[in-house]
């Protein structure tokens, strides 16, 4: 009964066209097309240089593609605000439908509470991956593009070690984007309302944002365990510069990890709990 | 009786109103059951209560044996509250093909057909933004029956819908209530309406029930007997407040069993009686005689 909560979300959301463009395609289309004209405008005022470029800036400018460096250097920072920001709309879609259309009544009777509303946290994390491996893709095939243009040799250096570091950093990224769409479903529920969903999301992560960087001032090292349960944004990052091999320990790591995780577990049972007590007449 | 529904003493207050009020009820299994009431008598209240989406104050009720909000039996019922609403930017067909999948039932669910059945057919494929009052109650009646339920809860079912439309709805409800079995519960406030479809019917006011039965029963516990007698103002000074003057009869309240005391002693005071006959009450009567009292739904709900 709980494929079939996820199953009804995911069929209704994919009908909800202006939903799907806007929280899924926007940001890795937009940003991919920005960066590929970006990137020839970049090479064509390299091209009119009258007296050559530095050494250092034509090998940078002439190095091949490496599609498997690319793709971890685009992996490690994937959940960037932008993506975050535009997919919550996708997840107040999901969590506010059925008080925005009043269809509760029609479908409290086929499936228990809890189902539904876990159905609508699963159905978010499953659309939380497409703008994640859609940005992944329009990237590397704006890449491919440019480097096409630009005569620069494409190379795909992708061994085992390094698709390995890539796919966790697209799972923690994926993690990351979960957590944020659950706040939305959080919000949605307890606001019975779109707007409200989207926009106490919105305002709970830059409020955070703004608050972890005044405690980092004050003194809070990022790897210590209120920071990390404290910020999810935190942990992402800690979590990501471990995965590149930067200056952070296994063991913080997995703290971090943790951090994300209750930043996930939370909100769930906080909705399931809020949704268990509603009155569902009043959509 | 072999009840589909029991309902024990069920109170819902919202704030201060008491929108069921004590309401005990037993509906039986098969046929179909109307609910009529005025407006705040408490009928959306108390299918909201047996549909689960929202808690009773206090109160027992049972549905198919199971309390209420169990949603195995929840799974068993369809159900259309008020005129239902759907995602404008999905069709009809789409909008069926959701809820049959969020029942778990997309591919048992003959789409098409409950289509076809309310009349949609040729709509199926056009957003539901554009649709009427009466075409959504067709759309809701039709995810109301499509999982084939054992029990269909409908409010105001024809509500918007024009007369051919009514009368389809009515032979389609007595269709699934004669050949497969179902058990409907309608409420409406077309009272014609309910007497054609209802095989009993049970009337709220201020949320407790004022009277129950099948329709003959109603109409023959409000019977009159009719008399055609002259002169009328004698009748009415032996009858006193149980005679009510209707033209040139006298509609008087009494019991069955003392009309052959009354018309002798009307004719022993030298009344000549020309004609005495009983004569059933409609719907449309007795709503309004059950119905009359002046509202207390909204006092205050100290008691709970």
Known sequence: MLFDAIRAELLRFSRHTQAWLWALLVIPVGTAIVGLFFRQFLYGQLQKAEAGLPPRIEEIANAPLGIGAFLVDQASQLAGINLLAFFLIGAATIAAADYRWETWRLIRPSNSRMNLMLGKALAIAAIAIIPLLLFL???????????SIEHRPIVLGMDAKLSGTFITMVLTSWLR??????LALVAATATRSLFGGFVIAIAFGFGTFIVERMFLDFGWKPEEWRTLLLFPSAAYQVVQTFLAHGPVTPATAGKAIIGLLLWIAGPTALTVWLFQRQDLSKE | MNAVI????????????????GLSLEIPKGGVYGILGPNGAGKSTLFRVLLGLIEPTTGHAEVMG???GHTPTLRQIGSMIETPRYPAFMSARECLLWLATAHGQAREVDIDYWLDRVGLTEAAHRKVRGYSVGMMQRLGIAAALMTRPDLVILDEPTSGMDPPGIVEIRGLIRDLVETDGVTVIVASHQLLEVQRMCDRVAILNRGRLAAEGSVAELSQSSAHLRLTASPLAKVMDIVGEAGEISGDTILVNIRREDTAGLIRHLVMEGIDVMEAQW???DLEAIFIAETRAPSQVQEPAHAV
């Open chain 2, 279 to 281: 004569v059933g009450a």
């Open chain 2, 66 to 68: 199971y309390p209420i």
């Open chain 1, 137 to 147: 893709l329009c990237e590397l095939l704006g890449q491919v593009i440019s480097a």
């Open chain 2, 6 to 21: 029991s309902i024990d003493n069920l109170t819902k207050t919202f704030g201060e109103v008491r929108a069921l009020n």
């Open chain 1, 177 to 182: 984007v979960v957590q944020v769409g659950l």
